[in-house]
């Protein structure tokens, strides 16, 4: 398991991230029909899972830690930090390397805020709804 998956995981996996989903109640079957041969039951399309709001669920976090000083908004280093993730320079440099990130790997402020866009914009494509100042 790699680095932005940690990240997903403690983001999405957190209670606040559950949304429920409303459940449709059996109906129930007549006597006569029960005992009548059935077709083959054709697959259901499933409905799209709710998004999970990242920035909800990061505030949440912030609001059981008591960690109101990291600036996990534009920080990869405090967003680390706030999910109980190693922020270590090996391990922004492994995240970078999962990312796609081609510059110089050094823990420059160039390389952390690249890392902080890419993991919010890969926690939109994995179903997160994301504010627009996370990414942009």
Do not use: C
């Amino acid at each position: 398991m790699g680095i932005f998956s940690s990240i997903r995981d403690a983001i999405f996996g957190h209670p606040k991230a559950a949304a429920p989903a409303p459940q449709a109640a059996p109906q129930p079957v007549p006597a006569a029909a029960a005992a009548a041969p059935q077709p083959a039951p054709q697959p259901q399309p499933t409905a799209p899972a709710q998004p999970v709001d990242v920035e909800a669920v990061l505030t949440a976090i912030v609001a059981e830690k008591g960690n109101p000083d990291l600036n996990w908004q534009t920080s990869i280093v405090d967003l680390m930090k706030l999910l109980g993730l190693d922020s270590s320079l090996d391990n922004r440099k492994e995240l970078a390397t999962e990312l796609g990130y081609t510059g110089e790997k050094d823990g420059s402020a160039e390389m952390n805020i690249w890392l902080h866009k890419a993991v919010m914009a890969e926690l939109e494509k994995n179903g997160g709804k994301v504010p627009a100042s996370m990414k942009d």
